[in-house]
């Protein structure tokens, strides 16, 4: 079982940065495949980002493509999503996600997810 807590999100304008963090409970955290997604009211739950096991496989959403890094900690049983050059169409509930097997772009392929932390971008 692994427990997922999001923190770090808020209110930024345009142009501005965050940094989520995603904190994992259980002691085999450096065998998940960990994701980022978001949700925006009215929207389905779509991809972010996601990075494997060890932290050298990284993928992400055309979308956020060179404003946004994904990384991990394992050490810490972290993972974290820098946010740069942010957008208004960038707000939305931003949940993290583990799988137990290789990174997957698709929500219904993970095992355990965060609560979400709400990220807002005014113009």
């Known amino acids: 079982q692994v427990q997922l807590v999001e923190s770090g999100g808020g209110l930024v304008q345009a142009g501005g940065s965050l940094r989520l963090s995603c904190a994992a409970s259980g002691r085999t955290f450096s065998s998940y495949a960990m994701g980022w997604f978001r949700q925006a009211p009215g929207k389905e739950r779509e991809f972010v980002a996601t990075i494997n096991f060890s932290g050298r496989t990284t993928y992400y959403a055309d979308s956020v493509k060179g404003r946004f890094t994904i990384s991990r900690d394992n050490a810490k049983n972290t993972v974290y999503l820098q946010m740069n050059s942010l957008k208004p169409e960038d707000t939305a509930v931003y949940y993290c996600?583990?799988?137990?097997?290789?990174?997957?772009?698709?929500?219904?392929?993970?095992?355990?997810w965060g609560q979400g932390t709400q990220v807002t971008v005014s113009s």
């Open positions: 996600a583990a799988r137990r097997t290789t990174t997957s772009q698709t929500p219904a392929a993970y095992d355990y």
